[in-house]
């Protein structure tokens, strides 16, 4: 994945605040921004290039950016952009439409329309922390119309559509590095895809997402579920058909798709659950059924044959070395363990 990590410490104080107005410029849209912490401008960015899309992570103190109408004359990339509120408050005012940002909203806007936004701290204090992607408008396969009605209005992030863009975005932030080169054109074809599954959902249009989104949207629903029920030992075939309102031949063909069965999937997934929490030092005082019982399995002896069978030593064995400090021989079997996997193979 390409993967780029700026940070406003690494550079002379005096330079930061202008570093940020022109890297900011250069990779969302160029923008006039002022903040009363440019004397010493302490922020974060990280960008994400995934081909189709491109997702930025940043944190930063208060500050106001405004995309005066000179600057849309003057240059214009037609980009939606989606935001996802973390931490902090924000505010945008575009098109005589005033509104507040709250933390997990999702707020889209472009670069083809003035706009004046503002952003500060919690009263805590602290930073401003959020994700923002970049999409060219002719990836959204919707009516422009309709889409452009949702411009500048707080969108939820905590259900439905919404709060699986969002687990997917907040998930693929930390765990990019984790993924191979090769992924980041999967993964920017799905960012696409579920946002455009999120914005048709929020425009009635539905019927407009080609086969291939509505597919690739189905499956990283399915996936998220599965990621979120590990832990409940009832969780089956069954149950994740009928959650998606699929039946469970049509799930096992989705399935077949990936060269995995879902039970084996499941399997994969609770294993590896495990096997990141043996060698987590802050769990090392809890027994090994303490911990397979977190990922659903409700007989220790059971979890015990599975984790040999497949890394081939005993979770014990596995515990002591890697605690130890010591090569772990089955760190990495080819099991999926990251973003990439809402990807179908």
């Keep these: 994945m390409i993967e780029t990590v700026l940070r406003s410490e690494d550079l002379p104080v005096a330079d930061r605040f202008a570093w940020w107005r022109e890297m900011t410029s250069q990779t969302l849209t160029p923008t006039e921004i002022i903040s009363d912490h440019a004397d010493d401008f302490r922020a974060c960015f990280r960008l994400l290039d995934l081909g189709a899309a491109q997702v930025s992570v940043l944190s930063y103190p208060s500050l106001r950016s405004r995309r005066t109408p000179a600057l849309v004359r003057r240059s214009d ?104 080169p090769r992924d980041a054109i999967r993964l920017g074809g799905l960012t696409v895809d579920l946002i455009t599954a999120f914005l048709a959902h929020h425009t009635d249009t539905e019927d ?52 995995v069965t879902v039970s084996a999937w499941i399997r994969q997934r609770r294993l590896e659950g495990c096997r990141r929490d043996l060698a987590d030092l802050q769990l090392s005082d809890k027994p090994i059924g303490f911990l397979a019982a977190r990922w659903g399995y409700v007989h220790a002896s059971e979890f015990s044959r599975a984790f040999r069978r497949t890394y081939g030593i005993p979770p014990s064995t596995y515990r002591q070395e890697v605690l130890q400090g010591n090569s772990a021989p089955a760190a990495d079997s080819g099991h999926p363990g990251g973003p990439g996997d809402l990807m179908p193979r």
Aim: proline fraction near 8%; glycine fraction near 8%; charged fraction near 20%.
């Design 208 to 259: 407009g997402v080609p086969p291939e989104s509505r597919h690739q949207t189905l499956m990283a629903g399915i996936h998220s579920f599965i990621e979120r029920n590990l832990g409940e030992p009832q969780l089956s075939p069954g149950a994740v058909a009928t959650a998606h309102h699929i039946s469970v031949r049509y799930l096992h063909r989705l399935f077949q798709a990936q060269g």
């Design 77 to 180: 990339p037609e980009l939606y952009h989606l935001a996802l509120t973390l931490r902090g408050r924000q505010s945008i005012s575009r098109c005589r439409r005033d509104a507040s940002v709250a933390v997990g909203d999702l707020l889209l806007y472009d670069s083809s329309h003035p706009s004046d936004a503002s952003a500060f701290p919690d009263d805590d204090g602290g930073a401003v922390e959020g994700i923002v992607v970049n999409v060219p408008r002719t990836a959204i396969l919707l009516p422009a119309a309709k889409v452009d009605r949702l411009l500048g209005a707080p969108l939820p992030g905590d259900s439905g559509m919404g709060a699986l863009l969002s687990q997917f975005l907040i998930r693929l932030a930390p765990e990019s590095d984790s993924c191979r």
